[in-house]
């Protein structure tokens, strides 16, 4: 009898090691999208510090960031002191009262950031916070 040699099939597999990779890259980089590793748009402040913060309520509002060396943003969009007003009455819809958040810097000095609480409330907003991080 004669017998003939039939190629061996592989079937067909599924490779893990690849897959493993790119799923420890998507963890990673949630991981330091979590803790804020990389860093968000608006520039860096460092608030001072408050025993007595509380979390705001969610509503509409609108965060002034006072920066070192005169920089001023409005929700992460620099402005400059002339325009910040016109740019908020801008943003309210129909008459509805915006929440002003001034997340100042530390190292601002108190005369400015009553300057721009001044202009603000000349202005006619009259909700203004001023953002603290909890000691």
Excluded: C, Y
Excluded at 15 to 43: C, K, R, T, Y
Excluded at 94 to 116: C, F, M
Aim: aromatic share 4%.
């Amino acid at each position: 009898m004669r017998s003939w040699n039939e190629p061996v099939k592989n079937k067909a597999h599924i490779e893990l090691i690849p897959m493993i990779d790119v799923m420890m890259f998507l963890l990673v980089f949630f991981v330091l999208i979590s803790l804020n590793v990389i860093p968000s748009q608006g520039m860096k402040t460092q608030l001072p510090g408050a025993a007595s913060a509380q979390q705001l309520k969610p509503q509409q509002h609108a965060i002034v960031t006072l920066g070192t060396d005169n920089r001023l943003e409005l929700d992460g969009q620099p402005v400059t002191p002339e325009t910040l007003v016109n740019r908020l009455k801008a943003q309210q819809e129909n008459g509805q009262k915006t929440a002003i958040v001034l997340n100042s810097d530390k190292s601002v000095p108190v005369e400015r950031l009553i300057a721009v609480m001044d202009s603000l409330r000349q202005g006619g907003f009259t909700a203004i916070s001023i953002a603290t991080r909890k000691l």
